[in-house]
């Protein structure tokens, strides 16, 4: 069994390592330089991606935690918990990346627009997860706020989503879905894609089987003191 | 090459902090696994 695990996460890792060097040639090496935004609309390419991990890694939080609720399973919360802290470190690169693009784009850092501003707001609400759960010290009731929080919290995703279709932002449209991408663009960017979503899927395995670990300890700790 | 600085700033700080989580990630580990060892031996004497 631990045998395969390790085989399963070799091959994971050996495909994350493949896929982002392919990215990271497409992008830099393949993809034509766009007209208007010039050399630094190449930050898109890892921008994007890295923000549909974030979605990702919140919708898979919402899920576990209606399971855990559900379940009781400390399994489930181990994956929920350990999605919010992957996604939380995509959304701090989202909030990043994204005011390194807009200073030479738009002029500024940043402004306080629906989508920039929700994201924020989805980046407050996570580390508030992360934080309860840290201050929280009886595991079963920090895992029990932590599944409340990544319900309710879930909220703001389709909100920051839909920011830029419901105002007018100055964060520009979803340009992917109204054939705003030439061929190699549209095919750099699922490349990335891939690469994030193979590497979110590995460090989430890791982070889980970390939480699944320290909760074997807690476990064998009460099994030493009986 | 105008901008070069803020495209090689983006990415740079991508791989900074996957790497960096990563190396978090790596010690954990190895300081949960010395713990279970200690456990498991202490439980067997």
Redesign the interface.
């Known amino acids: 069994m631990n045998g395969n695990h390790n085989l399963r996460n070799g091959i994971l890792w050996g495909l994350g390592f493949v896929l982002m060097i392919a990215a990271l040639y497409m992008v830099f090496a393949y993809v034509p330089t766009e007209k208007h935004g ?3 609309q ?2 898109f390419y ?2 994007v991606p ?1 923000a549909w991990v974030s979605f990702l890694a919140f919708f898979v939080t919402f899920i576990y935690s209606i399971l855990y609720l559900w379940k009781r399973e400390t399994k489930w919360d181990a994956v929920a918990c350990a999605s919010a802290e ?1 996604g939380v ?1 995509f959304t ?2 989202v909030l ?2 994204g005011p ?2 807009a ?2 784009a738009w002029g500024i850092w940043w402004t306080w627009d629906a989508r920039l501003t929700t994201s924020l707001v989805l980046w407050l609400i996570y580390v508030a997860y992360l934080l309860v759960r840290g201050l929280t010290g009886e595991p079963s009731r920090a895992a029990r706020y932590g599944a409340v929080i990544g319900i309710v919290g879930f909220i703001d995703v389709p909100i920051v989503f839909l920011t830029v279709n419901l105002w007018r932002t100055q964060h520009p449209t979803t340009i992917i879905f109204e054939g705003g991408l030439t061929s190699p663009m549209l095919a750099t960017l699922m490349v990335c894609i891939v690469a994030f979503t193979v ?1 979110y899927i590995v ?1 989430i395995i ?2 889980a ?2 939480k699944n ?2 909760a ?2 807690r476990r ?2 009460i ?2 003191a009986e | ?4 600085g ?2 090689l ?3 740079a ?2 791989w900074a ?2 790497f960096g ?2 190396l978090v ?1 790596l010690r ?2 190895r300081k ?2 010395k ?2 060892d200690a ?2 031996e ?2 067997e004497k």
């Open positions: 010039g050399i630094v190449r930050i890892f921008h890295v992957v470190i701090t690169l990043i990346t390194i693009w200073k030479p590497l460090l890791q982070s089987g970390l670990l320290e074997e300890i064998l700790r099994m030493k | 090459m105008e901008n070069l803020y495209l700033a983006a990415y700080v991508i902090v996957v989580y990563i990630l954990k580990q949960l696994k713990q279970v456990l498991k202490s439980m």
